[in-house]
């Protein structure tokens, strides 16, 4: 009982991948094996972002030990910002390729996510509904053609609500549909 709080509390300490125990001879031998240290993190294939937009959306950093779930954390993260900004038919995935140091055995390695942007949903047409002033439409980031992003638009409604607000208009309402290309 005492090995296997032992060993948990190893497991815990998120570092080993795997921990073996072996008693023979009355000798016991514990073998470990280590979690790799991430010592290089590339991206690659990105067409419309830059490297270090992605970059911000990771989830792991050099110097870290290698886990599955912060690779598959990541993943998500950059799909989900993606699919924010127009671009939902998108492919991320990583390789993990080993980086031979003859000074540390802890098999440390480089990470290269392989990213695939493919065509975003643009939008075709933007259409004003209710009141709205001509400072109001000269603000708006977008045009027709752009990506459908809606990071841009949330920050938009943020600035108009503001603007609105200023101009006592408290309580007002902005809300926005895209469908078929129409904003």
Excluded: M
């Excluded at 993606?82 to 990470?111: E, F």
């Amino acid at each position: 009982s005492e090995i296997n709080r032992g060993i948990k509390r190893l497991f815990l300490k998120n570092i080993f991948e795997d921990i073996l125990i072996e008693y023979k001879d009355h000798t016991l031998k514990v073998h470990v094996k280590e979690k790799p240290i991430i010592k290089e993190i590339e991206i690659s294939g990105n067409e419309h972002f830059s490297d270090q937009f992605y970059k911000k959306l990771l989830k792991i950093k050099k110097g870290d030990r290698l886990t599955e779930l912060s690779l598959r954390k990541t993943k998500e993260n950059i799909e989900t910002e993606l699919t924010k900004r127009g671009y939902s038919a998108n492919s991320v995935n990583w390789q993990i390729i080993p980086v031979h140091n003859t000074t540390d055995a802890t098999g440390d390695v480089r990470i290269v996510f392989l990213i695939k942007e493919r065509e975003p949903e643009r939008i075709r047409h933007i259409k004003f509904e209710g009141v709205s002033d001509e400072h109001i439409r000269n603000i708006f980031p977008l045009i027709p053609g752009d990506p459908f992003d809606r990071v841009e638009i949330e920050n938009f409604i943020t600035k108009t609500k503001k603007y609105l607000k200023d101009k006592g208009l408290i309580g007002s309402e902005i809300n926005y549909t895209c469908k078929d290309g129409e904003l």
